[in-house]
């Protein structure tokens, strides 16, 4: 994850999300948006495209760090 990016996700927490966006095509092959009830919005791009879950989990914080591979770490978290 690049540093700019790293840099701007704490300013993304407790802030109210209004729409979500996916975009895939040129330029970014998948993109997504949050799209914030203040008149923001922040963008993610992937090379590949944006592969979601079916649905909505119950849980947290501690439970997105207990999901993860042991091969998998945390590089931002906010």
Known sequence: MSSKCAQALPYLVGKTIE???VKEGK???GQLFLVFTDGTYYEFYFDGSITGRRD???GGLEDVRAYMAPEQAVVVEC
Do not use: I, K, L
Request: no cysteine; aromatic share 0%.
């Open 56 to 58: 909505v989990e119950v």
């Open 19 to 21: 729409h979500v966006v």
């Open 27 to 29: 330029g970014p092959p």
